[in-house]
């Protein structure tokens, strides 16, 4: 299927100035000559003509055609530039269909891009990073990482570890011809270590800026959490009731503090019940706190803390994530200021969901992110790139360990080769289809 011709709209459905079609594939020079009647042109200058449905004229346009292997997918290549009309592009779309060419998945230029060696699987995610950014600071994060070639910096730890590689395999061939000389294959290893590590060091707040910050809302049935999930998005949401157990499983937002972009979830009041359907929801409830880089405690600000309270709270302890303390309903004549105390060297704030008076936890959570989310260097910013590279990064600390209780040297080859395979995986020179189908499914159909 690769060795075919695929086109795809690459503007957005609508009424516009310009409509863009792009085609690529290894039939591009007939469909040049079946639709626009031109047999001599040169790659990357532009022309204009008729698009043609065999002798009727079905729109006057612009076009570049790119010879293989300069262009984005690295394959032949068309780009129409079009009226913008719904109507218009969709009848050129379609004379391109009838003339050789299908139409193309999501991301699947993109992926015949990585796959004719025109880009790796990094700076692909980074330019579908670009395109879905939310904020300031997913659009910098992604940038940094497309723009100052974070690629590079990853492909020089490889050639590292292929040397050392090399020269593990020539001693161990050859050792009686091996001479002594001054390499330390331990230095060497260590020196690679300490370059991963600085790549993988900042990748936690690159992927909270492009992906965004996960936050949990906690409390026990009736706190106030889904009052508060609709006092930050300003508008409801959540079902409110004053019945302890109405939200029986998660809620998934997103939204914006000031910049920083939040998925947010207000999860089932966490408490002991025999109602299966409130169970699951707690156990949903728990696997969110646990996913979740930040936790929004929320406690009823109008009653003594509880059982259910203290529970709760040593549960979060036990995880050891970011939290802040709620103490909601601050505007009711009930409301204990003594609670406010309860929690030792936490960060603690009294809000009033119910009349959205939740300023100063906006303000404290972009007080909590807004410097590690300015992404000054180029880093890893998906959970798949970190998570690869962190296995790279073991097999390199096991062949150190290794090396340092004189383990032979076959041994240390094992890992050495498993984190180059790791890296290869990250950069896509070692894949699988399914991790390309898996990777390209959110891309743009056009892209």
């Not at 600085?198 to 936050?215: T, W």
């Not at 009930?334 to 300023?359: G, M």
Request: hydrophobic share 35%; with cysteine.
């Amino acid at each position: 299927m690769i060795y075919d011709t695929i086109a795809a709209i690459s503007t957005p459905n609508g009424t516009g100035a310009l409509s863009i079609i792009r085609v690529s594939g290894k039939d591009i020079i007939k469909i040049i000559d079946k639709i626009l009647k031109k047999k001599n042109f040169e790659s990357k200058k532009m022309y204009y003509g008729w698009i043609y449905d065999n002798d009727e004229k079905v729109d006057e346009v612009t076009w570049v055609y790119h010879k293989s292997p300069n262009s984005y997918t690295g394959e032949e290549m068309l780009e129409i530039f079009g009226h913008g009309g719904k109507l218009i592009t969709y009848k050129v779309y379609k004379t391109i269909l009838k003339n050789g060419a299908r139409p193309a998945v999501e991301g699947e230029f993109s992926k015949r891009a990585v796959l004719n060696g025109k880009m790796d699987l990094i700076k692909a995610e980074s330019i579908n990073d670009v395109i879905h950014a939310n904020t300031e600071y997913a659009l910098k994060a992604s940038f940094k990482q497309l723009s100052e070639n974070l690629s590079k910096k990853i492909n020089n730890i490889k050639e590292k570890l292929l040397n050392v590689a090399a020269r593990i395999e020539v001693e161990m061939d050859y050792p009686d011809d091996f001479e002594e000389d001054n390499y330390d294959l331990e230095k060497k290893l260590i020196s690679i270590k300490e370059d991963s590590e600085k790549i993988l060091k900042n990748s936690d707040n690159g992927i909270i800026a492009v992906q965004g910050l996960k936050v949990t809302i906690v409390g026990k049935p009736n706190s106030g959490k889904s009052t508060l999930l609709n006092a930050l998005l300003k508008k409801d949401r959540a079902i409110v009731t004053d019945i302890p157990g109405t939200t029986r499983d998660t809620i998934e937002e997103s939204l914006n503090i000031k910049g920083i972009y939040l998925k947010i979830i207000d999860t089932a009041g966490i408490r002991e019940t025999k109602d299966i359907v409130e169970k699951i929801g707690v156990e949903k409830s728990k696997k969110s706190i646990d996913e979740s880089d930040l936790i929004l405690f929320v406690v009823d600000g109008t009653n003594k803390i509880s059982k259910e309270d203290k529970e709760i709270y040593e549960y979060i302890q036990k995880k050891n994530k970011k939290r802040i303390i709620l103490i909601n309903k601050k505007d009711d004549v009930n409301f204990k200021e003594d609670l406010l105390n309860k929690f030792n060297k936490e960060i603690v704030l009294k809000i009033s969901a119910k009349n959205q008076n939740v300023s100063e936890l906006e303000d404290k959570i972009y007080e909590m992110y807004y410097k590690d989310l300015d992404i000054k260097d180029p880093t890893l910013i998906t959970e798949r790139q970190k998570y690869t590279f962190e296995e790279a990064l073991e097999n390199i600390n096991s062949a150190i360990k290794g090396i340092s209780q004189e383990i032979p040297n076959d041994i240390i080859m094992y890992d050495i080769k498993n984190s180059i395979k790791k890296i290869m995986e990250l950069t896509g020179e070692d894949y699988t289809e399914e991790l390309l189908n898996k990777m390209f499914s959110n891309f743009c159909v056009g892209k």
